[in-house]
């Protein structure tokens, strides 16, 4: 049997929360271990970010370059040029981490040992592209990571590995991100010799207590003011630093970055001040501004934007 370290890897990420999974497979990061052979790096596209729209590259593309990998960035997976790179780096495996695209079938059953995804919740709950976000806005308590086996559905293959995480009620989705990077990074790092040599077996998931998180839109980040104040607060958190969240405001939009939630009764809507604070009524209590960001302006605490706001009512 060939040696785990010397199984052909691709790797195929994007976001943040991937760059400790492609540190670890090379014996980078803080945890500092074997290496694998990655033979090649699949990530998303370079795209236009912020009021400039600059093309902006994913992390793990810097990380790659960084490290001198092999690269590709493909608009689609399917496309004949990215299946013919694929195809001629012979991999035995393929590990994906938050990448963004759906593999077909003859790239899941390309590689002799399959392709394992490295998932940021404990499934089968929190299927989908946004499981971080998912955990924080339902108020779970706790979360975690999965290795998994892919297979054609999204997110329904066999687990092989699970580490739980419990979820800090100050956490935002960047913190949590952070955290789970990290531990997914771990279990993979400790799971990947003995899923290789065969000692692990894969474990159907239970269907029946799924749940999903579909990928999130601008749009979702709207703060609905008739729902409580409780459930606002943690979108806020869930949603930053993306997509963000935001409220109508004398034409334009008001960027909430940060917001907690207060007792107190209020119409919803109702903009309020409370001890020099930006308060807003909800469909059950208050929710405060702890930091906002006008149209055109840097953030600013809730504070100092009430300073030059017109239209709230002193309570």
């Not at 003859?106 to 404990?122: Q, W, Y």
């Not at 894969?202 to 008739?226: F, H, I, N, V, W």
């Amino acid at each position: 049997m060939q040696h785990p370290l010397m199984t052909r890897i691709i790797f195929m990420g994007s976001p943040e929360f991937a760059v400790p999974t492609l540190q670890r497979l090379t014996g980078g990061g803080k945890k500092r271990n074997q290496s694998y052979e990655v033979v090649g790096v699949v990530t998303q596209p370079d795209r236009p970010s912020g009021r400039g729209r600059q093309l902006k590259a994913p992390p793990i593309k810097k990380l790659a370059l960084d490290m001198g990998l092999p690269l590709i960035q493909p608009e689609k997976i399917r496309q004949p040029e990215a299946m013919e790179q694929i195809r001629s780096w012979a991999p035995g495996l393929i590990v994906v981490a938050a990448f963004g695209q759906i593999l077909r079938p003859d790239i899941l059953e390309l590689p002799s040992f399959g392709c394992v995804n490295v998932h940021a919740s404990l499934l089968p709950r929190w299927r989908g592209a946004a499981p971080i976000q998912a955990a924080i806005i339902a108020g779970d308590t706790v979360t975690g990571v999965t290795i998994m086996k892919m297979d054609k559905g999204v997110d329904t293959g066999g687990i092989i590995a699970q580490r739980a995480l419990p979820l800090d009620m100050n956490d935002t989705g960047g913190t949590l991100t952070e955290k789970l990077g990290r531990l997914g990074a771990d279990l993979l790092g400790e799971t990947l010799p003995d899923y290789l040599s065969g000692k692990l077996k894969t474990q159907a998931q239970d269907d029946s207590k799924a749940t999903y998180a579909p990928m999130l839109k601008k749009e979702d980040g709207r703060l609905d003011l008739t729902q409580p104040a409780e459930e606002l607060a943690r979108r806020v958190r869930a949603f930053n630093p993306r997509p963000g969240t935001f409220l109508e405001w004398n034409g334009g939009l008001l960027k909430v970055h940060q917001a907690h939630s207060a007792a107190g009764k209020a119409i919803a809507g109702q903009r309020l001040i409370h001890e020099g604070w930006a308060v807003v009524g909800t469909g059950n209590g208050l929710i405060v501004l702890d930091e906002v960001q006008p149209e055109g302006k840097k953030p600013m605490s809730g504070k100092a934007f009430i300073g030059g706001a017109r239209g709230w009512v002193q309570i």
